[in-house]
Protein backbone atom coordinates (compact mmCIF):
# COMPACT_ATOMS: atom_id res chain seq x y z
CA UNK A 1 0.00 0.00 0.00
CA UNK A 2 2.85 2.57 0.95
CA UNK A 3 4.04 1.77 -2.17
CA UNK A 4 0.97 2.52 -4.58
CA UNK A 5 0.56 5.48 -2.32
CA UNK A 6 3.60 6.80 -3.74
CA UNK A 7 3.18 5.77 -7.02
CA UNK A 8 0.08 7.96 -6.67
CA UNK A 9 1.99 10.69 -5.08
CA UNK A 10 4.61 10.91 -8.43
CA UNK A 11 2.14 10.35 -10.88
CA UNK A 12 -0.12 13.84 -9.41
CA UNK A 13 3.27 15.70 -9.12
CA UNK A 14 4.05 14.55 -12.89
CA UNK A 15 0.26 15.46 -14.24
CA UNK A 16 0.35 19.07 -12.16
CA UNK A 17 4.18 19.77 -13.79
CA UNK A 18 3.20 19.23 -16.89
CA UNK A 19 0.00 21.30 -16.69
CA UNK A 20 0.16 25.52 -17.07
CA UNK A 21 -0.67 26.66 -13.39
CA UNK A 22 -1.25 30.34 -13.83
CA UNK A 23 -2.38 32.07 -17.88
CA UNK A 24 0.48 34.34 -19.34
CA UNK A 25 -2.07 37.09 -19.46
CA UNK A 26 0.04 39.23 -21.61
CA UNK A 27 0.21 42.48 -23.56
CA UNK A 28 2.66 43.72 -26.11
CA UNK A 29 3.73 47.05 -24.46
CA UNK A 30 5.36 49.16 -27.69
CA UNK A 31 8.42 51.39 -26.75
CA UNK A 32 7.74 54.98 -26.76
CA UNK A 33 9.69 57.99 -27.12
CA UNK A 34 9.71 58.54 -23.43
CA UNK A 35 10.17 56.58 -19.95
CA UNK A 36 6.92 54.71 -18.56
CA UNK A 37 5.09 55.97 -16.17
CA UNK A 38 3.11 55.06 -12.72
CA UNK A 39 -0.42 56.16 -14.29
CA UNK A 40 0.67 54.25 -17.77
CA UNK A 41 1.28 51.00 -15.91
CA UNK A 42 -2.14 51.79 -14.05
CA UNK A 43 -3.95 50.71 -17.45
CA UNK A 44 -2.16 47.26 -17.94
CA UNK A 45 -3.60 46.68 -14.43
CA UNK A 46 -6.80 47.42 -14.89
CA UNK A 47 -7.15 45.18 -17.68
CA UNK A 48 -5.97 42.35 -15.10
CA UNK A 49 -2.87 41.84 -17.15
CA UNK A 50 -0.17 39.65 -15.15
CA UNK A 51 2.63 39.91 -18.30
CA UNK A 52 4.17 42.30 -20.56
CA UNK A 53 6.17 42.01 -23.36
CA UNK A 54 9.17 44.47 -23.64
CA UNK A 55 10.25 45.17 -27.11
CA UNK A 56 13.72 46.78 -27.67
CA UNK A 57 14.71 47.15 -31.24
CA UNK A 58 17.68 46.77 -33.60
CA UNK A 59 17.34 47.63 -37.49
CA UNK A 60 18.34 46.76 -40.61
CA UNK A 61 18.86 49.12 -43.14
CA UNK A 62 18.41 46.69 -46.21
CA UNK A 63 17.24 42.92 -46.63
CA UNK A 64 20.72 41.75 -47.79
CA UNK A 65 22.59 43.86 -45.54
CA UNK A 66 24.05 41.65 -42.64
CA UNK A 67 25.09 44.86 -39.86
CA UNK A 68 22.16 45.20 -36.92
CA UNK A 69 22.39 48.50 -35.58
CA UNK A 70 21.45 48.78 -32.12
CA UNK A 71 20.87 50.48 -28.95
CA UNK A 72 22.04 54.07 -30.47
CA UNK A 73 21.20 57.73 -29.41
CA UNK A 74 19.44 58.25 -32.58
CA UNK A 75 16.50 55.35 -31.31
CA UNK A 76 13.39 56.23 -29.43
CA UNK A 77 13.62 55.80 -25.71
CA UNK A 78 12.26 52.20 -25.08
CA UNK A 79 13.82 50.53 -28.17
CA UNK A 80 17.46 51.03 -26.40
CA UNK A 81 18.26 48.82 -23.89
CA UNK A 82 18.27 51.49 -21.02
CA UNK A 83 14.87 51.87 -21.91
CA UNK A 84 14.07 48.22 -21.75
CA UNK A 85 15.52 48.49 -18.34
CA UNK A 86 13.36 51.52 -17.31
CA UNK A 87 10.10 49.69 -18.25
CA UNK A 88 10.84 46.67 -16.73
CA UNK A 89 11.95 47.57 -13.83
CA UNK A 90 8.29 49.97 -12.90
CA UNK A 91 6.73 46.77 -14.11
CA UNK A 92 8.15 44.37 -12.11
CA UNK A 93 7.29 47.22 -9.87
CA UNK A 94 3.94 46.85 -10.14
CA UNK A 95 4.19 43.13 -9.89
CA UNK A 96 3.57 42.47 -13.96
CA UNK A 97 5.79 39.58 -15.08
CA UNK A 98 8.07 40.72 -18.40
CA UNK A 99 9.16 38.69 -21.76
CA UNK A 100 11.59 40.76 -22.88
CA UNK A 101 11.96 40.08 -26.79
CA UNK A 102 14.31 42.04 -28.97
CA UNK A 103 13.09 42.54 -32.44
CA UNK A 104 14.49 43.38 -35.80
CA UNK A 105 13.33 46.05 -38.05
CA UNK A 106 14.88 46.44 -41.69
CA UNK A 107 14.01 49.64 -43.58
CA UNK A 108 10.63 50.37 -44.80
CA UNK A 109 8.88 47.32 -42.78
CA UNK A 110 10.38 44.40 -45.49
CA UNK A 111 9.03 40.95 -43.97
CA UNK A 112 11.53 39.61 -41.36
CA UNK A 113 11.45 36.71 -42.30
CA UNK A 114 12.66 36.98 -45.95
CA UNK A 115 15.58 38.02 -44.33
CA UNK A 116 18.59 35.91 -45.89
CA UNK A 117 22.12 36.44 -47.32
CA UNK A 118 23.40 35.67 -50.54
CA UNK A 119 26.92 34.79 -49.70
CA UNK A 120 28.77 32.56 -46.68
CA UNK A 121 30.85 35.94 -45.67
CA UNK A 122 27.31 37.58 -45.32
CA UNK A 123 26.04 35.23 -43.28
CA UNK A 124 28.70 34.76 -41.10
CA UNK A 125 28.90 38.75 -40.67
CA UNK A 126 24.92 38.30 -39.75
CA UNK A 127 25.32 36.11 -37.40
CA UNK A 128 28.06 37.86 -35.87
CA UNK A 129 25.89 41.21 -35.90
CA UNK A 130 22.64 38.98 -34.55
CA UNK A 131 24.68 37.24 -31.64
CA UNK A 132 25.97 40.72 -30.28
CA UNK A 133 22.73 42.22 -30.59
CA UNK A 134 20.74 38.84 -28.56
CA UNK A 135 23.09 38.44 -26.21
CA UNK A 136 23.48 42.40 -25.10
CA UNK A 137 19.30 41.97 -24.01
CA UNK A 138 19.93 38.20 -23.11
CA UNK A 139 22.33 39.79 -20.37
CA UNK A 140 19.99 42.66 -19.54
CA UNK A 141 17.50 39.67 -18.74
CA UNK A 142 19.43 38.48 -16.17
CA UNK A 143 20.27 41.68 -15.03
CA UNK A 144 16.40 42.49 -14.02
CA UNK A 145 15.82 39.13 -13.48
CA UNK A 146 13.26 39.07 -16.48
CA UNK A 147 11.18 36.05 -16.26
CA UNK A 148 11.31 35.50 -20.19
CA UNK A 149 13.22 36.14 -23.06
CA UNK A 150 12.60 35.77 -26.68
CA UNK A 151 15.50 34.95 -28.60
CA UNK A 152 13.81 36.17 -32.02
CA UNK A 153 10.64 36.95 -33.63
CA UNK A 154 9.32 35.75 -37.25
CA UNK A 155 13.00 35.28 -38.62
CA UNK A 156 12.06 31.68 -41.09
CA UNK A 157 14.63 32.01 -43.57
CA UNK A 158 17.51 32.96 -41.00
CA UNK A 159 16.50 30.00 -38.81
CA UNK A 160 16.27 27.29 -41.96
CA UNK A 161 19.23 28.35 -43.17
CA UNK A 162 21.55 28.89 -40.32
CA UNK A 163 20.25 25.70 -37.69
CA UNK A 164 23.94 25.06 -36.38
CA UNK A 165 24.52 29.02 -35.31
CA UNK A 166 20.94 28.77 -33.64
CA UNK A 167 21.92 26.09 -31.93
CA UNK A 168 24.98 27.29 -30.58
CA UNK A 169 23.72 30.82 -29.84
CA UNK A 170 20.98 29.02 -27.40
CA UNK A 171 24.03 27.49 -25.45
CA UNK A 172 25.71 31.22 -25.07
CA UNK A 173 22.37 32.58 -24.21
CA UNK A 174 21.99 30.12 -21.80
CA UNK A 175 25.39 30.43 -20.02
CA UNK A 176 24.55 34.26 -19.30
CA UNK A 177 20.93 34.15 -18.82
CA UNK A 178 19.20 31.73 -16.48
CA UNK A 179 15.65 32.40 -17.08
CA UNK A 180 12.86 30.57 -19.67
CA UNK A 181 13.57 30.86 -23.22
CA UNK A 182 11.05 31.39 -26.57
CA UNK A 183 10.89 31.91 -29.77
CA UNK A 184 8.53 34.19 -32.04
CA UNK A 185 7.73 31.97 -35.04
CA UNK A 186 5.42 33.09 -37.46
CA UNK A 187 2.07 31.13 -37.61
CA UNK A 188 3.08 29.81 -41.30
CA UNK A 189 6.36 28.92 -39.60
CA UNK A 190 6.31 27.23 -36.26
CA UNK A 191 6.03 23.84 -37.70
CA UNK A 192 8.94 24.12 -39.51
CA UNK A 193 11.08 25.44 -36.45
CA UNK A 194 14.18 23.03 -35.36
CA UNK A 195 15.53 23.26 -32.18
CA UNK A 196 12.03 23.77 -29.81
CA UNK A 197 13.27 21.11 -27.79
CA UNK A 198 16.16 23.52 -26.88
CA UNK A 199 13.38 26.36 -25.69
CA UNK A 200 10.77 26.20 -22.81
CA UNK A 201 7.80 27.14 -24.44
CA UNK A 202 6.54 26.99 -28.22
CA UNK A 203 6.61 30.48 -29.27
CA UNK A 204 3.88 31.26 -31.84
CA UNK A 205 2.83 34.83 -33.38
CA UNK A 206 -0.97 33.59 -34.07
CA UNK A 207 -2.28 35.22 -37.38
CA UNK A 208 -3.82 32.17 -38.64
CA UNK A 209 -6.48 32.83 -40.65
CA UNK A 210 -9.92 31.97 -39.38
CA UNK A 211 -12.78 32.97 -41.69
CA UNK A 212 -13.51 34.92 -44.93
CA UNK A 213 -16.18 36.81 -43.35
CA UNK A 214 -16.72 40.18 -43.26
CA UNK A 215 -18.09 40.12 -39.36
CA UNK A 216 -17.36 36.18 -38.68
CA UNK A 217 -19.38 35.42 -35.38
CA UNK A 218 -17.46 33.66 -31.93
CA UNK A 219 -19.02 30.16 -33.00
CA UNK A 220 -17.62 30.91 -36.87
CA UNK A 221 -13.98 32.15 -35.53
CA UNK A 222 -13.80 29.10 -33.51
CA UNK A 223 -14.32 26.18 -36.03
CA UNK A 224 -11.94 27.81 -38.32
CA UNK A 225 -9.72 27.16 -35.08
CA UNK A 226 -10.11 23.73 -35.03
CA UNK A 227 -7.15 22.85 -37.71
CA UNK A 228 -4.63 24.63 -36.45
CA UNK A 229 -5.53 24.10 -32.53
CA UNK A 230 -5.11 20.42 -32.95
CA UNK A 231 -1.78 20.77 -34.46
CA UNK A 232 -0.45 23.08 -32.17
CA UNK A 233 -1.47 20.49 -29.21
CA UNK A 234 0.12 17.70 -31.15
CA UNK A 235 3.51 19.68 -31.64
CA UNK A 236 2.71 20.33 -27.77
CA UNK A 237 2.88 16.70 -26.95
CA UNK A 238 5.53 15.42 -28.79
CA UNK A 239 8.24 18.16 -27.85
CA UNK A 240 6.90 17.98 -24.23
CA UNK A 241 6.29 21.68 -24.05
CA UNK A 242 3.59 24.11 -23.39
CA UNK A 243 2.96 26.76 -26.18
CA UNK A 244 2.54 30.51 -25.84
CA UNK A 245 1.19 33.07 -28.46
CA UNK A 246 4.18 35.60 -28.29
CA UNK A 247 1.77 37.91 -30.33
CA UNK A 248 -1.87 37.23 -30.56
CA UNK A 249 -3.97 39.97 -32.12
CA UNK A 250 -6.83 41.26 -35.14
CA UNK A 251 -7.49 44.65 -36.36
CA UNK A 252 -10.98 46.33 -36.07
CA UNK A 253 -11.57 46.46 -39.29
CA UNK A 254 -13.75 44.20 -41.52
CA UNK A 255 -12.11 40.86 -42.76
CA UNK A 256 -10.06 40.58 -39.56
CA UNK A 257 -9.61 37.02 -39.17
CA UNK A 258 -9.23 36.20 -43.39
CA UNK A 259 -5.78 38.02 -43.09
CA UNK A 260 -4.90 39.17 -39.36
CA UNK A 261 -1.50 39.58 -40.66
CA UNK A 262 -2.35 42.83 -42.89
CA UNK A 263 -0.71 45.85 -41.34
CA UNK A 264 -1.23 48.21 -44.78
CA UNK A 265 -2.68 51.58 -44.07
CA UNK A 266 -5.18 51.22 -46.86
CA UNK A 267 -8.30 49.92 -45.57
CA UNK A 268 -10.33 52.45 -44.11
CA UNK A 269 -12.91 50.56 -43.03
CA UNK A 270 -13.96 50.36 -39.08
CA UNK A 271 -15.27 47.09 -37.63
CA UNK A 272 -15.34 46.96 -33.93
CA UNK A 273 -17.46 43.35 -33.42
CA UNK A 274 -15.77 41.53 -35.26
CA UNK A 275 -12.42 42.21 -33.24
CA UNK A 276 -14.23 41.78 -30.43
CA UNK A 277 -15.50 38.69 -31.67
CA UNK A 278 -12.17 37.33 -32.59
CA UNK A 279 -10.70 38.16 -28.74
CA UNK A 280 -13.32 36.17 -27.19
CA UNK A 281 -13.01 33.19 -29.25
CA UNK A 282 -9.26 33.16 -28.93
CA UNK A 283 -9.79 32.79 -25.22
CA UNK A 284 -12.59 30.91 -25.29
CA UNK A 285 -10.90 27.83 -27.37
CA UNK A 286 -7.25 28.36 -25.91
CA UNK A 287 -7.40 29.42 -22.60
CA UNK A 288 -8.74 26.26 -20.53
CA UNK A 289 -6.39 24.22 -22.50
CA UNK A 290 -3.48 22.81 -20.01
CA UNK A 291 -1.37 22.78 -22.55
CA UNK A 292 -1.73 26.38 -23.77
CA UNK A 293 0.20 28.87 -21.56
CA UNK A 294 -1.42 32.37 -22.76
CA UNK A 295 -0.05 35.14 -24.64
CA UNK A 296 0.63 38.82 -25.18
CA UNK A 297 -2.23 40.81 -26.70
CA UNK A 298 -1.40 43.07 -29.96
CA UNK A 299 -0.06 45.95 -28.94
CA UNK A 300 -0.80 48.01 -26.51
CA UNK A 301 0.63 51.43 -26.30
CA UNK A 302 1.96 53.48 -23.10
CA UNK A 303 -1.01 56.52 -23.65
CA UNK A 304 -3.49 54.73 -23.09
CA UNK A 305 -6.09 58.13 -23.50
CA UNK A 306 -4.84 58.58 -26.96
CA UNK A 307 -5.02 55.45 -28.34
CA UNK A 308 -7.36 52.95 -30.24
CA UNK A 309 -10.86 54.38 -29.82
CA UNK A 310 -14.13 53.99 -32.05
CA UNK A 311 -12.61 55.57 -34.91
CA UNK A 312 -9.30 53.40 -35.24
CA UNK A 313 -9.01 50.20 -37.05
CA UNK A 314 -5.13 49.08 -36.28
CA UNK A 315 -4.47 46.21 -34.00
CA UNK A 316 -4.84 47.57 -30.29
CA UNK A 317 -7.96 46.76 -28.55
CA UNK A 318 -7.66 50.42 -26.52
CA UNK A 319 -10.85 51.83 -26.00
CA UNK A 320 -12.78 49.67 -27.80
CA UNK A 321 -15.16 46.50 -27.22
CA UNK A 322 -12.15 44.36 -27.32
CA UNK A 323 -10.29 45.70 -24.39
CA UNK A 324 -13.87 44.76 -22.58
CA UNK A 325 -13.35 41.00 -23.78
CA UNK A 326 -9.71 41.12 -22.42
CA UNK A 327 -10.26 42.35 -19.57
CA UNK A 328 -12.93 39.97 -18.58
CA UNK A 329 -11.32 36.63 -19.56
CA UNK A 330 -8.05 37.95 -18.01
CA UNK A 331 -9.37 38.53 -14.60
CA UNK A 332 -11.44 34.78 -15.41
CA UNK A 333 -7.83 33.76 -15.60
Same mark, same amino acid.
Given at each position: ?????????????? &????????????????? &?????????????????????????????????????????????? /???? &????????????????????????????????????? &??????????????????????????????????? !???????? =?????????????????????????????????????????????????????????????? /?????????????? !????????????????????????????????????????????????????????????????????????? /??? =????????????????????
Amino acid at each position: MRNLGLLIICFLQF &SCASQVKEKINGVSFVA &SREKVGQHHVNEILNIHANHAAVMPFGFIREIDSPEIIFDTERQWF /GETK &SGAKQYIEILHKNGIEVMLKPQIWIWRGVFTGTLKME &SEADWKNLEASYEKFILAHAVLAQETNTALFCIGT !ELEQFVAN =RPIFWKDLIRKIREVYNGKLTYAANWDEYSRTTFWEDMDFIGIDAYFPLSKERTPTVEQLRL /GWQKHKNKMNDLSE !EKGRPIIFTEYGYRSMDYTAKKPWLVDRNDDNVNLVGQANAKKAIFEEFWSEDWFAGGYVWKWFIHHEKAGGG /GDN =RFTPQNKPAQEVIRDFYEMY
